[in-house]
């Protein structure tokens, strides 16, 4: 089956500077890609995803790019604030039922 | 939290004892998903519902149970609570149509000792 990993496990950043975090997939049918930050004591809250026919997506300081022969995606945060200090999910699916998520990435941004 | 609600929010129960949460939605939609959430492992899907008493099982169903009687309600049953299964269940709805995002409930702490 599916298997998401992600890294780095913590990243932590000076507000201002950008923030990068890796996911690699090991389905190369999975076609869909979201990532979530979560807050503490709140559920996880999608940021933005990527499907496969497309290579780059932004939204403000936020980027997704997914390399699929690499079978790789990141996510690009430029610009940090510190409310973007959280813990972040990658997921991929081949199907709209199963999500498989990475194990997160705790950010933290320093002022 | 797109309309989700689960209860109760926290839990402490005893090795032994079942255990039901309930995942509560009111915008109708039809696929209902329940996770688990684990240090080390991110999210893990247990079961989950495309529609009134059509559900199916997750990654990780072992212990667990689920019903849907209404469009609106998907419980999650632990016949008998094993102390492996603390955890942090969160509930998810998948919107219609094309889209395959999901969005999640606030969650329910489940401590069992």
């Known amino acids: 089956g599916e298997n998401v990993e992600q890294h780095p496990s913590t990243l932590s950043v000076q507000e201002g500077d950008s923030a990068v975090i890796k996911c690699t997939y090991s389905?190369?049918?999975?076609?869909?890609f979201p990532w979530y930050k979560q807050e503490l004591g709140k559920g996880p809250q999608l940021i933005i995803d990527?499907?496969?026919?497309?290579g780059e997506k932004k939204d403000q300081r936020i980027a997704v790019t997914l390399n699929k022969t690499a079978k790789h995606f990141s996510l690009h945060i430029t610009e940090t604030q510190p409310e973007d200090s959280a813990v972040y999910f990658c997921?991929?699916?081949?199907?709209?039922?199963?999500?498989?998520f990475g194990t997160g990435t705790r950010l933290q941004v320093f002022p | 939290d797109a309309g989700i609600t689960q209860s109760p929010r926290h839990k402490v129960t005893e090795t032994g004892t079942p255990v039901t949460l309930r995942c509560h939605q009111t915008?109708?939609?039809?696929?209902m998903y329940w996770y688990r959430q684990d240090p080390g492992h991110g999210l893990r899907l247990i079961h989950y519902?495309?529609?009134?008493?059509?559900?199916d099982k997750g990654e990780v169903s072992d212990g667990y149970s689920v019903s849907r009687s209404k469009t609106e309600d998907f419980l999650l049953t632990l016949e008998s609570a094993t102390s492996s299964q603390t955890s942090v269940y969160f509930c998810?709805?998948?919107?219609?149509?094309?889209?395959?995002?999901?969005?999640f409930g606030p969650g329910t702490r489940l401590t069992v000792l």
């Open positions: 998810a709805i998948r919107l219609a149509g094309a889209t395959d995002t999901q969005y």
């Open positions: 389905d190369s049918a999975s076609n869909y």
């Open positions: 990527i499907r496969s026919n497309v």
């Open positions: 997921a991929a699916s081949k199907s709209t039922d199963k999500l498989i």
């Open positions: 915008e109708n939609h039809r696929y």
């Open positions: 519902s495309y529609g009134v008493k059509d559900t």
